[in-house]
């Protein structure tokens, strides 16, 4: 059965995440030592990193909201630095929005434009991931025919949720379409299970560690995805 339809993940997929975000975090921090003095004195940096992880243990559901995440912590933090209200709800997204801009700013891996640009003149792309990427501020959103995340379905990868949504937003089936992905259980053994094909994108040469199954086809350097796709054509 021909290949219609190829999912990809963003995060440490098509770029590295981690220091991006450390990068967006300390830029909506500094935002807060000038705009809301008051509250940089009860949250220090690394305080206020905590602060995000505390809530997301207390409060489960918005786990997978990693943006109203971001806004109820910075709610909360105004708050408690005496500004309440719409005052306090607008601050945080002032501050949010400056996280945002820079979470935004990444370096795609070498290969990985030059590969979404010849996939997309025979396949429908679509974005599958837990993150809160925005494919418009990156300047890709014109090579994705749609994108899906854990906010806008309300369930994170590996449940199958995500995918369903592509393959219904696409009008395939799970045999007409490959997804690629770094991580072993949230990407690979997530797709499997629905029977979707898979490639996983494994840059820094680790071991396969899953029992459930194993990746359809493997590759060390995003050059190699068109190739890797052209083997499951």
Request: hydrophobic content about 45%; proline content about 3%.
């Amino acid at each position: 059965m021909a290949i219609k339809l190829i999912t990809l993940d963003l995060d440490n997929t098509l770029w590295e995440t981690d220091p991006v975000i450390i990068k967006a975090e300390k830029a909506c921090h500094n935002w807060i030592v000038e705009n809301v003095p008051q509250a940089a004195e009860f949250y220090t940096f690394e305080a206020l990193r905590q602060y995000k992880n505390d809530i997301a243990e207390c409060y489960p559901q918005l786990r997978d909201k990693v943006s109203e995440l971001r806004i109820e912590v910075l709610r909360r933090v105004f708050l408690q630095a005496g500004i309440s209200g719409d005052e306090g709800r607008q601050k945080a997204l002032q501050a949010f929005d400056v996280f945002y801009k820079t979470r935004s700013e990444v370096t795609l891996f070498d290969g990985a434009l030059a590969a979404l640009e010849t996939l997309k003149k025979d396949h429908q792309l679509m974005a599958v991931t837990n993150g809160n990427a925005d494919l418009k501020l990156i300047g890709i959103d014109h090579l994705f025919d749609a994108h899906f995340n854990a906010e806008n379905v309300g369930a994170a990868k590996p449940h199958p949720d995500m995918f369903e949504a592509a393959l219904n937003k696409a009008g395939v089936s799970a045999a007409e379409c490959i997804h690629v992905g770094d991580h072993q259980e949230q990407d690979i053994v997530a797709a499997k299970r629905l029977g979707i094909h898979t490639i996983w994108v494994n840059l820094c040469d680790a071991a396969w560690v899953e029992d459930e199954c194993v990746p359809d086809q493997e590759i060390t350097h995003l050059s190699q995805l068109n190739a890797a796709v052209a083997a499951l054509v």
